[in-house]
């Protein structure tokens, strides 16, 4: 059985402290624990919602249209602002090619919009679709959304950073980072979904466990 290990984010760590936002995560994660943030998201063994979202473009695509019949891994990413979202991006553009091979592809779904999303598609690459989560209606629907809070909106925009202009809306939502492998059955092999947004699968480990699902 192959094991998916959690990626080992050191230089987001270190941005996170540069910040001075380390003890800030320490208690939201925290606060996200005690609600059990996630729990009501989708399992391994559930089929899995056939969302439809627009692409970089704007184009609408479906997760059963983009699956096309095949094993395909969706992940779900706060965006280019938050350096674990980043880390995780990159790890995935390196894999993906590998997981091209198999057959399989990568979705990414996130909030962000306009010229972030096309950032994040140009991080991905071609081989890659990304699915802007219009005020975070597949995050919420997938049980992956939490209220912020006015606290924590405070203090990213007083490092300048503003929620409501990176994903065009001020609802005061953010999504758990998860990710999901697919069958080409529409069901769920694995599901990664932990409050704790610091911990993201390992992308090769995951093309394993792909592999080994014949």
Partial sequence: MTTIRVQSCSDAEAAVAELGFASVYEEFIARLQSLRVGKEAPRGGAKFPDLSLPDASGR????????????????????????????????????????????????????????????????????????????????????????????????????????????????????????????EDGIIRYAHVDPNFRLRPEPLDVVAFITAMG
């Fill in 60 to 183: 609408y695509r479906s997760i059963r249209q983009l699956q096309g019949g095949r094993p395909i891994v969706v992940s779900f990413n706060r965006g280019l602002w938050c350096p674990f979202c980043v880390h995780e991006l990159q790890s995935w553009a390196a894999a993906t090619p590998a997981l091209e091979e198999l057959g399989a592809s990568l979705v990414v779904v996130t909030g962000e919009i306009g010229e972030g999303a096309s950032a994040i598609q140009g991080m991905i690459g071609p081989r890659a679709t990304l699915l802007c989560d219009i005020d975070h209606g597949a995050a919420l629907a997938c049980g992956l959304a939490f209220p912020v809070g006015e606290d924590v909106k405070r203090r990213y925009l007083a490092i300048g950073l503003d929620l409501a202009a990176i994903y065009g809306s001020d609802g005061g939502f953010l999504p758990i980072p998860a990710t999901f492998i697919v069958g």
